[in-house]
């Protein structure tokens, strides 16, 4: 099943509403951000859903941030995964004191290979099973959250070879063309669920009602081979 972060949650009812609804990851922006949360806050939503009978893991995002003080709010606020939106090194991701899910940005002048080369560079320095990569848009003074997609061809030669996240400009209308083409492992939005730069419940919903609804249709959408011949048909 494609895993579904809904991120730059910011209020309870938005956290409780990706959690009705059937998503498997929340996002707690700590890095520089309109989306900025703070720790009282993030405790609140933390409590909020942490005794739900099904709730989605909770994801702290950061970028470049002190490793003492990561892992102090990971510590704290029980975070089930830390994602690095910055330029962290390898190095600096081995300190890392949770799970990770590690952003690479794609620039215009990337391709798949150097994508696949950076995420091979990864496994080798990092233990596979606590680390996934994210592909999502590079721009200019942001981490994330920009709206903006980029070349999903890269996003779909990537993933032939590795599971991966995809974020960057998701929305309820595009996102059945991205699991068509991609297949990735985990699908990531923030501005396409919001309505005036704050997060909208019925848009939450019909987005990952939108990627649930995709994910079965590409699991159907298969080459079958009739038992009369070598002709094959698509369904």
């Known amino acids: 099943m494609i895993k579904i972060k809904i991120c730059g949650i910011t209020e309870v009812e938005h956290a409780l509403a990706a959690s009705q609804y059937g998503a498997d990851f929340i996002g707690l922006v700590f890095a520089p951000s309109r989306r900025e949360i703070s720790l009282e806050k993030a405790s609140q939503i933390a409590d909020a859903i942490r005794h739900l009978n099904r ?13 003492d003080r990561l892992n102090w709010i990971a510590d704290f606020l029980c975070l089930d995964w830390v994602q690095l939106s910055g330029t962290e090194s390898l190095d600096y991701c081995k300190l890392v004191s949770r799970p990770l899910i590690k952003t690479i940005n794609v620039s215009t002048e990337d391709t798949a290979d150097d994508i696949i080369k950076a995420i091979k560079t990864g496994y080798n320095s ?10 999502d848009t590079k721009a200019k003074g942001c981490y994330g959250g920009t709206g903006r997609t980029f070349d999903w061809t890269i996003a779909e030669q990537v993933s032939l070879q590795f599971p991966i996240m995809v974020a960057g400009g ?3 209308d595009n996102v059945t063309t991205l699991i068509s083409k991609v297949k990735p492992f985990g699908i990531d939005v923030s501005s396409g669920v919001e309505t005036e730069g704050k997060k909208d419940v019925a848009k939450i919903a019909r987005f990952i009602q939108a990627a649930r609804e995709a994910e079965v249709e590409s699991k159907t959408s298969k080459i079958f081979y009739s038992t009369k011949g070598d002709n094959c048909n698509s369904v």
Do not use: S
């Open 55 to 67: 709730r989605p893991e909770i994801v702290g995002v950061f970028a470049n941030e002190d490793i």
């Open 126 to 135: 990092l233990p596979r099973n606590e680390v996934v990569y994210l592909l």
């Open 170 to 172: 998701l929305t309820v």
